[in-house]
């Protein structure tokens, strides 16, 4: 029973550590690389499923670890 609540504990750490990791993001505009800083958690998952929407269209967002 121990090494379940062990596991269980673990697994809820693994997962809250990974929402929070940060990348730095940017997107491609008429050839030039436009960044947009280092992004973190639910608006990094947002960034990469969404892309990032301009008055001139949505632009496919690429972010990196530092």
Do not use: P, Q
Request: hydrophobic share 30%; charged share 25%.
């Amino acid at each position: 029973m121990r090494s379940v609540f062990v596991l269980s504990l673990m697994a809820m750490t693994a997962i809250s550590c990974a929402k929070n990791k940060c990348h730095d993001c940017h997107y491609d505009k008429n050839g030039a690389e436009v960044a947009l800083g280092e992004k973190c958690g639910d608006e990094l998952e947002s960034l990469e499923a969404d892309g990032y929407t301009d008055t001139t269209g949505t632009y496919t967002v690429h972010c990196h670890e530092h």
